[in-house]
C-alpha cells in the first residue's frame, strides 16, 4: 500500500488536469473553503486553446455544484464539467452567466446536455440580448476564431433573471448578485459567495490582460464599480481573466490602469488633442502594465473608447 501511496504522489498533477498542448495545462484550484476556480489562458480564442480564456468557477454545496461562467463552447464546457467532476461527483444545479461575451457562457451546451434540471442566470438584459442577435454573432465568432473547434456548440441562453441584491440559496450555499451597469458591459452581474466572501466579478476585473470595451460598456463606469468593490469586506476576488486573490492583487491593478487611462486621456482632451496624441502619454504612464496580454493589440483602443467617453460627458 506505502507503494501505491508513493507511486501515486511521484505522478505529476498535469495527469490529472486538462492538457492543452502548447497552452498550458488547466484543472479547478482552491482559492476559498468550497471554492475552485480554473485560471484560464489569457490568449485571444484561436485554434490552439479552443477558444477557452476565460475563469470558469465552481462552489461546492451538500448536494450539487454551483458553476460560474462555464466556458466559451460545448467542447470546453465538457472539459469544465471533467475537471469539477475531479473536485465533487455531486450534480450541477446551478449556472450563473456573468455577462453576455460568449467566452464566458457557451459552455452552457454542456452544462444543459448533462444536466438538464440545471437553473441557469444572468442578467435580464443579457438574457434578451443572448436570444436577440447576439447570441448568433456570439457562435460565429468562437467558431472562425478557432478555425472551427466550436462549431457544435447550440444557443442555451440562462432563463432566469438576476438582478442587484438578489440573494439565491442553493445546495446550501448562500450568494448574493451585485450588478452596476453599465460597466464592462450594459449587463454585467457579479456574484458573490457569501459564506467564504468570494466575489465573481465577471470582467469587471482583469488580471495581467487588457480588457475590451464594446458598444455597450462604459469605462467610466467600470472605474465605479471597482471603487466600489473595495468596501464590500470580500477577501477573495475571482476576475474574468487571470489570477485571483485579494483586492490589491485580484482588483487594483486593472483599476490604477484604467484610471491612468481616464486621467490622462481628460487631460489631453481639455489641451484639444486627439485620441491618437494621447495614446503616447498614456502608454508612457503604462509601462509597467506593457506584459499584460493584449496590451500592444488593445490600448489604442482603450483610448479611443476612453475619448468618446469624455467627449460625450463634455456636452
Do not use: C
Not at 66 to 72: A, L, R, V, W, Y
Not at 76 to 90: D, H, Y
Not at 224 to 235: A, D, M, R, S, Y
Amino acid at each position: 500500500m506505502k507503494m501505491i501511496i508513493l507511486l501515486i504522489a511521484m505522478i505529476p498533477s498535469y495527469v490529472f488536469a486538462w492538457q492543452l498542448p502548447g497552452v498550458g495545462d488547466f484543472k479547478f484550484e482552491p482559492v476559498a473553503k468550497n471554492v475552485y476556480v480554473m485560471h484560464g489562458p489569457l490568449a485571444l480564442p484561436d485554434k490552439h486553446n479552443k477558444g477557452f480564456m476565460n475563469n470558469p468557477g465552481i462552489i461546492v454545496g451538500d448536494k450539487g455544484i454551483i458553476m460560474i461562467d462555464p466556458g466559451s463552447s460545448y467542447q470546453v464546457g465538457k472539459k469544465i464539467l471533467q475537471e469539477a467532476a475531479r473536485i465533487s461527483k455531486k450534480p450541477v444545479v446551478a449556472v450563473f452567466n456573468t455577462h453576455i461575451h460568449g467566452d464566458h457562457w457557451l459552455g452552457n451546451h454542456a452544462v444543459k446536455e448533462a444536466y438538464p434540471n440545471v437553473k441557469i442566470f444572468g442578467h435580464k438584459t443579457m438574457i434578451a440580448m443572448a436570444n436577440d442577435q447576439a447570441g448568433l454573432e456570439w457562435l460565429d465568432i468562437m467558431n472562425k476564431l478557432t478555425e472551427g473547434a466550436t462549431k457544435d456548440t447550440r444557443l442555451v441562453v440562462p432563463e432566469n433573471a438576476s438582478k442587484d441584491n438578489d440573494k439565491l440559496e442553493f445546495a446550501g450555499q448562500h450568494f448574493k448578485i451585485h450588478s452596476i451597469n453599465p460597466a464592462h458591459t450594459s449587463a454585467d452581474i457579479m456574484i458573490e459567495h457569501v459564506e467564504s466572501k468570494t466575489l465573481f466579478t465577471g470582467d469587471n476585473s482583469f488580471n495581467k490582460r487588457l480588457g475590451r470595451f464594446d458598444n455597450t460598456s462604459s469605462m467610466h463606469g467600470n472605474i465605479k464599480v471597482l471603487q466600489h468593490l473595495k468596501n464590500l469586506g470580500i477577501k477573495t476576488f475571482v476576475p474574468g481573466h487571470g489570477k485571483s486573490g485579494s483586492y490589491d492583487v485580484a482588483v487594483k491593478p486593472f483599476y490604477t490602469l484604467l484610471s491612468i487611462i481616464q486621467k490622462t486621456v481628460m487631460a489631453g482632451y481639455k489641451r484639444e488633442l486627439e485620441n491618437y496624441e494621447i495614446k503616447a502619454g498614456v502608454i508612457k504612464q503604462l509601462k509597467a502594465y506593457r506584459d499584460w496580454a493584449g496590451f500592444d493589440e488593445g490600448i489604442g483602443k482603450n483610448v479611443a473608447k476612453m475619448y468618446l467617453e469624455v467627449e460625450e460627458l463634455s456636452f
